[in-house]
């Protein structure tokens, strides 16, 4: 079924008895060309860009619970391409790109909106870095530009300029990033991936990986064996677990990240506002609460909520930047389980082993990149060559010391 | 969560660095190829339940702790100093 106002429309005048389910609730066959392990946005983004841009049919994803149930649901929904480093820089832009096109593309409203995003800085050491980023970004293709207090303060009047201890000295714009509702991209995926003939299979979580003579052959499910020519492990912050079961130890140690949002308020922060003297950085949802974060809470945990001290750090990271807040109630917290590689960026590459790609170490970003990461992994694994835009996003990067490290702070698991 | 040092008691999260897995402790010999290393530094099992990992008692003794904990419910299941380990050089 094609969505469109027209069908809203006549749907509205006959009780909305049409409508029919988006996916099939789909079995699991014997065998598939390709098996994604993961149906969160990445592994549906790269089931969905296998079958359109490569042409393969006879593809399922494998989800342990429910599409979209992973990290996809669980971010604060931001869309940029602010990035500096080679390897970085194309990778984001080409994302960006897909996302202006993809509501189109996929005939589904994610709620995509570009509205921008400030990186504020505070200090001339900030101003000379965020100048430098900016140029990079310009260069890159994508667009960036430097606003000064007059023009911030006609724009987000309710910042807190003049305090002595982070007096805000400019900020760095970026008008094509914005925001999106993040479940409907998995959902928009999951959508188009069922129309080209993907099998999405929920509640089948993968025991086993069959490895034969160094080459993969299928996976053991709770829903029985399948054969696979070529699996692709997509699975964010489980990524350990499952490349365990090829034997494999990945540079990957998982997270916890907090996010929170308030209780709905009428409109008042129009775009992405990011804090550059603590990490902290805030939108408002269509629905209209206040959605912010800060950074991980700095140890291992798969317990998907997190600790009271990096709460009360974004909080009062929040309270510094815009006292205006203080009063609005805090709805609920919530804590994904983010991928953290040593240098802080992604992995898209083939293993060892042949016929097993894996898709992993995300950080805190990976839902920017749901689009190119989907398009990168499934040119990966179609081709077998790594897509010019993810060509730096190497397994073994570590060891041979190709790192790309965006924040400068080094290659070490508890770093970034 | 609180981790109980053996040397100061009961204390808030605040007051220690997290380091990183126990795989820290193993340390390979200077001249051992560079796939130890690797192993080492960056590989990680990255379990789903019981593991030990390594923190620093920063805002206290300055002991390195090495820690027993369950990386899903955050239930910490013992303390221990990495000094008093068997075997561990002073």
């Given amino acids: 079924m094609r969505y469109s106002g027209f069908k809203v429309f006549t749907e509205g005048l006959f009780g909305n008895k049409g409508w029919t389910p988006a996916w099939r609730d789909a079995a699991p066959k014997a065998e598939y060309d390709a098996v994604i392990i993961g149906g969160g946005g990445h592994g549906l983004s790269t089931a969905y860009y296998l079958a359109k841009n490569h042409g393969l049919r006879n593809i399922a994803v494998l989800e342990k619970g429910y599409l979209g149930g992973g990290n996809v649901g669980r971010n604060t929904t931001i869309v940029r391409a602010n990035y500096f480093l080679p390897g970085n820089s194309e990778f984001y832009s080409h994302s960006l790109k897909l996302w202006e096109k993809l509501e189109g593309e996929l005939n589904y409203n994610v709620m995509h909106s570009q509205r921008g995003q400030v990186v504020l800085f505070h200090s001339d050491g900030q101003r000379d870095a965020a100048v430098r980023r900016a140029n990079a970004i310009v260069n890159q293709g994508d667009d960036a530009e430097i606003l000064d207090v007059p023009t911030l303060k006609q724009l987000y009047p309710f910042l807190d300029y003049n305090q002595t201890r982070f007096p805000i000295y400019g900020g760095m714009n970026q008008r094509r990033a914005g925001t999106a509702r993040h479940d409907a991209v998995a959902w928009g995926y999951a959508r188009g991936a069922d129309q080209l003939g993907v099998d999405l299979i929920q509640n089948c979580e993968v025991t086993g990986i069959d490895i034969e003579g160094g080459k993969v052959v299928g996976v053991q499910t709770t829903r029985g064996a399948i054969k696979a020519k070529k699996v692709g492990m997509v699975a964010a912050g489980r990524s350990g677990q499952v490349a365990a079961m090829a034997g494999m130890r990945l540079p990957v140690e998982s997270h916890i990240m907090q996010a929170y949002v308030t209780e709905g308020l009428k409109p008042c922060i129009d775009s992405v506002i990011s804090f550059g003297m603590g990490h902290f950085y805030i939108s408002q949802s269509d629905k209209g609460g206040l959605v912010f974060g800060g950074d991980i809470d700095f140890y291992a945990s798969y317990a998907a909520r997190g600790n009271l001290p990096m709460l009360e750090h974004v909080m009062e990271a929040g309270m510094t930047l815009m006292p205006m807040i203080g009063r609005a109630k805090v709805l609920r917290t919530w804590g994904g389980i983010m991928d953290m590689t040593p240098d802080g960026s992604p992995i898209i590459d083939k293993t060892h082993i042949d016929g097993l790609f894996v898709d992993a170490g995300w950080n805190y970003g990976g839902f920017k990149a749901i689009p190119a990461s989907g398009w990168c992994m499934a040119h990966l694994m179609a081709t077998g060559q790594p897509h010019e835009v993810a060509a730096k996003f190497r397994l073994d990067r570590f060891r041979t010391g190709h790192l790309i490290d965006e924040e400068g702070t080094g290659s070490q698991h508890n770093l970034h | ?90």
């Fill in chain 2, 1 to 90: 969560m609180r981790l109980t040092c053996p040397l100061c008691g009961p204390r808030d999260r605040r007051e220690f660095y997290y380091y990183g897995a126990e795989d820290y402790l193993h340390r390979p010999a200077p001249d051992a190829p560079i796939e130890a290393w690797d192993d080492h530094l960056h590989l990680r099992t990255n379990l789903a339940g019981v593991i030990k990992d390594l923190w620093y008692h920063e805002g206290g003794c300055a002991s390195w702790l090495l820690v027993t904990r369950n990386t899903i419910t955050h239930e910490v299941l013992s303390v221990e100093r990495v000094a008093d380990r068997k075997g561990a050089s002073a």
